[in-house]
C-alpha cells in the first residue's frame, strides 16, 4: 500500500520541483536581460558624452616664387588699373508716383483713330477727283464697254451703245448734210438689226445687208436709201440743204416702218 502510494505521489511532487525549477531559471535569465540593457544605456551615454578630439592640423608650407618666374606666367598683366567703379546712386522713387510702364491700350486706341481718319481722307479725295474728272470731260463724251470713246470716226463699229440721235441733233445744228445722211443710215441699219431682219457685224458691207433683205418686204425702200446714202458719202459731191430735205422724209418714212 505505502508503495502504491509513493508511486503515485512521486511524479506529482517531481513535477512541482521541476516549475518552482523553471521558476527560479527564468526570473535569473529576466534579471540578467535587464542588467545587461542598463549596462548598455550606461556605455551608450558616456560615448556620446565623450568630446571628439580632432588631430592638430600641418602646418601649410609656402613656397615663394621667384620674380622672373611670376612676370613670365603672368605675361605682363597690369592689374593695377582694374580698379572696381563705384556703385551708381539710383534714385528712390516715390511710392504715390504712378508706375512707368508703357500704355499698349492707348497706343492701339490711338493708332485705330489715325488710320481711320486716313481712310476718311483718302476717300474724300477719291470722291473729289471722280467729281472734277466727270467736270472737266466733254458732257457728248460716249464709252463703250471695252473702254474705247465713241467718236464720229468709229460710229460704225459702235452703234447699238450709242445714242445716234444726239450726233444726228449735232450734225443738223452744224448743217453738215452728209453726216446727218449717213447718222439716218446707222439708224435704219441699227433698228433692222434689233428686229432681227439682218444680223448685224461691223465686218460686213452694205451688199452684205442688201442680201439679207432681199426677201423682206422692206427690202426695196432699204436698197433705195442705201444707194442714196453711198452716193452721198462716198461720192465727195456737196450736198445742198434742198437736196437734203427731198432725201429726209426717204430715211425718217423706212425708220417709221420698221
Do not use: C
Amino acid at each position: 500500500m505505502k508503495n502504491i502510494l509513493f508511486l503515485f505521489l512521486f511524479p506529482l511532487a517531481l513535477s512541482a520541483q521541476i516549475e518552482e525549477t523553471l521558476e527560479d531559471t527564468l526570473q535569473e535569465i529576466e534579471m540578467a536581460a535587464d542588467t545587461a540593457y542598463l549596462e548598455e544605456e550606461i556605455v551608450e551615454e558616456e560615448f556620446v558624452r565623450e568630446p571628439y578630439n580632432a588631430p592638430p592640423l600641418a602646418p601649410l608650407a609656402l613656397r615663394e616664387v621667384p620674380a622672373d618666374k611670376w612676370d613670365k606666367a603672368s605675361g605682363g598683366m597690369d592689374y593695377s588699373k582694374d580698379v572696381p567703379k563705384p556703385p551708381i546712386e539710383r534714385k528712390k522713387r516715390d511710392p504715390n508716383e504712378p508706375s512707368p510702364s508703357f500704355d499698349w491700350t492707348g497706343l492701339t486706341q490711338g493708332l485705330g483713330v489715325l488710320l481711320q481718319m486716313l481712310a476718311v481722307i483718302f476717300a474724300l479725295g477719291v470722291i473729289g477727283y471722280g467729281i472734277y474728272w466727270m467736270m472737266q470731260a466733254p458732257r457728248n463724251r460716249t464709252i463703250s464697254r471695252d473702254g474705247t470713246e465713241i467718236t464720229l470716226a468709229n460710229l460704225d463699229e459702235y452703234i447699238h451703245e450709242t445714242d445716234l440721235e444726239r450726233f444726228l441733233r449735232e450734225a443738223l445744228a452744224a448743217a453738215n448734210w452728209p453726216l446727218a445722211v449717213r447718222l439716218y443710215f446707222l439708224q435704219t441699219i441699227k433698228q433692222l438689226s434689233e428686229k432681227e431682219a439682218i444680223v448685224w457685224s461691223k465686218e460686213k458691207t452694205n451688199r452684205d445687208y442688201l442680201r439679207e433683205m432681199r426677201g423682206h418686204r422692206l427690202g426695196p425702200q432699204f436698197r433705195d436709201v442705201t444707194r442714196q446714202y453711198e452716193r452721198v458719202w462716198y461720192g465727195n459731191q456737196p450736198l445742198a440743204a434742198e437736196e437734203f430735205a427731198r432725201l429726209e422724209p426717204e430715211f425718217k418714212g423706212l425708220l417709221g416702218e420698221i
